[in-house]
């Protein structure tokens, strides 16, 4: 993996996030913060909105950015920043949705798109089955969806990479069942 | 990828797309940013974090003389009473052991002597009476018995002369099975002789 992010500095021109946040644990600088949370801030949000709702999203949030300034001195530069990131928004979210012991998910049907353009059929559908999806595949599939490896989701979620497979396997089918069926009901 | 999954990540993008993050968390994140960049955390290997390792370095050094010095005398201490304790025991361990025996036995049989002085074999009713500067003890079989300042000095000493010292007071005296007095009481009980 380190290698993978030294061959991306060098290919890149633009520092990448391991460099970036190297950087901030050294200089503390301001601006270098607001570059990775221009790099990650909307990815982690959306992944913690998809698993919550946006009350909690927006709490957990601001709580894991507070964790990397705080903790900045323990980030490895061989991981990967965004892996780290979404390893602690994944831990307080854990935490918080234990304290308040609902798993209740936000449905992006109506109030969180309430002023956005009309969504196709499709994404309406789509939304509903990935929002009626277990907890645990639902991260599992929203983790590769953000660009995650088995391996890196693995390590995320603490499960092993074969029950990993399995839960992407079951939401895959899940949503690809959910969309067929819309497509008939439209058919028909 | 097959064209089912390409349709599952497009929609997930479209559905990402279409949500806004909250300006809130940026703006109080910089906000927080820029309060901890005033005051930015001192690395290590600042002055002042190297001063006060160098504070907490003499201090352990301070520390470890004094223990060692502490420790230095205890030990001295120790070793002026090992000296003493050799000189006691200098001779050869089977002669000490002789000496003590012969010493613990003497002892022992002085002690048996001494209870054997003190043990009451008998007691006499006595009247006390004075004569000159002596008193005496008046009793029916026998002559009067003086009685000797120093007599009586030893039987107060070892809290055996429980009387009033006054003529005509009947007494209980105690006899030793020598024959010596080892004790003398007031008495209630009449001499009848």
Not at chain 2, 47 to 72: D, E, N, R, S
Not at chain 2, 162 to 175: H, K, N, P, Q, S
Request: with cysteine; charged share 25%; proline share 3%.
């Amino acid at each position: 993996m380190g290698i993978g992010i030294a061959l991306r500095g060098w290919l890149s021109r633009s520092p990448t996030n391991e460099q970036l946040m190297s950087k901030y644990a050294r200089e503390r600088q301001r601006q270098v913060l607001a570059q990775l949370y221009d790099n990650c801030g909307a990815d982690l949000y959306h992944f913690l909105l998809s698993l919550s709702e946006p009350h909690m999203a927006e709490d957990i949030s601001q709580q894991v950015w507070i964790k990397v300034m705080e903790k900045s001195h323990l980030f490895e530069p061989r991981g990967q920043f965004k892996s780290w990131l979404f390893t602690i928004g994944r831990r307080l979210l854990i935490d918080e949705l234990r304290r308040s012991a609902s798993h209740q998910t936000q449905s992006f049907d109506d109030s969180t798109h309430a002023s956005a353009p009309q969504h196709s059929s499709d994404l309406v559908c789509f939304n509903r089955a990935l929002d009626a999806l277990p907890f645990e595949q639902k991260e599992a599939f929203c983790l590769q969806q953000e660009g995650f490896s088995l391996d890196e989701i693995s390590h995320i979620t603490h499960a092993n990479k074969e029950t990993i497979k399995s839960r992407l396997r079951y939401a895959r089918n899940r949503l690809s069942q959910a969309l067929q069926t819309q497509l008939q009901d439209g058919e028909d | 990828m097959s064209e089912e999954e390409d349709k599952l990540q497009a929609l997930y993008r479209q559905r990402k797309a279409g949500v806004e993050t909250p300006d809130a968390i940026r703006n109080q994140l910089m906000s927080r940013a820029t309060r901890d960049g005033r005051h930015p955390p001192r690395p290590w290997y600042s002055f002042g974090y190297q001063l006060q390792l160098v504070a907490a370095c003499a201090m352990l050094v301070v520390l470890g003389v004094l223990i060692k010095t502490t420790l230095w005398q205890v030990n001295d201490e120790y070793a002026a009473d090992k000296v003493i304790s050799v000189e006691t025991i200098d001779a050869p361990p089977g002669e000490l052991s002789d000496t003590l025996n012969r010493e613990y036995l003497q002892a022992k049989q002085a002690l048996k002597d001494k209870q054997l002085v003190m043990a009451v074999h008998h007691k006499q009713a006595a009247m006390l009476a004075k004569r000159g500067e002596f008193w005496e003890l008046k009793v029916c079989d026998r002559p009067a018995i003086s009685l000797s300042p120093a007599l009586l000095a030893k039987l107060a000493a070892s809290d055996s002369l429980g009387l009033d010292l006054e003529a005509g007071r009947y007494v209980e005296v105690a006899f030793s099975k020598a024959g010596d007095i080892v004790g003398i009481r007031n008495s209630d009980v009449a001499l009848k002789c």
